[in-house]
């Protein structure tokens, strides 16, 4: 069984060719996406650009939830002397605040966030242009199959020589290249009619003029209405932390009262207190004085 194993091992090796592997006649080349990506100027820098979005985001979670921590402890510290109502309210603001923070992390991070949306985007045109790349050096070359070494194909084994990546990246520098050529090109021959025409100025179009206003009004008024809702989740919050403030200061106003009158009523009781202890120890002194008396009247008659 082993011998037989080796014999078709030893087949499928010798089957391979200078330039494609072959496998039952088919010619065979692999690429590997991961590798095209990192060495693209345009995509690096794009994927630079939205890591630090990405880290601006996560710093502002960060804040809330620290802003939202710092609420909770407060509190902690001061429901004992807070009313159920206000308490109740308190946790209310924290709880929408943490809905809040958990729909931004999802507009963010979520599946279908920002984040992987514009990632998604940034690759989307580079994977095109690999993919039409791929499809012209197949042609060019006669391969079978051209896989991706980076996707979810299992690869136990890739020689380098049937890696077509550097190929596909030459194929994109070059378009990049030519790209800026023609893009210079395009420049100097738009300076030179500017410079020609000189203050002739183009005629407006009404439609496209009537469309840019319409969809300026559109902007406009969407902004208002986002400004007014805006404007009134913040009236609502300092209406609330307003009354909370209130009744906030109520209750420690109500609190020094009470504190107060019991000081006063214990400082009565204590004077109350002084006064009888004085009245006792003032009849024990007239007592003592009127048997001082008596006892020396009685003597003087004997």
Request: hydrophobic fraction near 30%.
């Amino acid at each position: 069984m082993k011998t037989k194993v080796l014999f078709l091992l030893t087949m499928l090796l010798t089957l391979s060719t200078v330039h494609a592997q072959r496998v039952n006649g088919a010619r065979v080349g692999y690429i590997d996406m991961e590798y095209i990506l990192e060495n693209v100027d345009t995509y690096q820098e794009a994927n630079t650009q939205l890591e630090a979005k990405a880290q601006r985001w996560k710093n502002e979670i960060q804040k809330k939830q620290n802003a939202i921590d710092q609420m909770k402890k407060n509190l902690s510290a001061e429901r004992v002397l807070l009313t159920k109502e206000l308490v109740d309210e308190r946790e209310e603001e924290i709880e929408i605040l943490e809905q809040e923070l958990q729909t931004y992390q999802q507009d963010r991070f979520g599946p279908f966030g920002s984040l992987m949306v514009q990632r998604q985007n940034m690759v989307k045109p580079i994977q095109d242009q690999v993919l039409n790349i791929v499809q012209d050096i197949a042609k060019k070359k006669r391969y079978d199959f051209v896989f991706d070494k980076s996707a979810d194909v299992v690869m136990l084994y890739s020689a380098q020589k049937f890696d077509i990546s550097d190929q596909v990246l030459r194929v994109i520098n070059r378009d990049k290249k030519r790209k800026g050529r023609e893009e210079k090109i395009r420049e100097k021959k738009s300076s030179k009619s500017k410079f020609e025409d000189g203050d002739t100025a183009k005629e407006p179009d009404p439609e496209a003029e009537a469309k840019k206003e319409a969809a300026a009004a559109k902007k406009e008024e969407r902004q208002k209405l986002l400004d007014e809702r805006k404007k009134k989740r913040l009236e609502e919050r300092e209406a609330k932390k307003k009354a909370y403030e209130e009744k906030r200061k109520k209750l420690i106003a109500d609190r020094e009262a009470k504190k107060k009158a019991a000081e006063e009523k214990r400082k009565k009781r204590e004077e109350e207190k002084r006064k009888k202890a004085e009245e006792r120890k003032k009849k024990q002194e007239e007592k003592e004085n009127e048997n001082e008396e008596n006892g020396e009247g009685a003597g003087g008659g004997q």
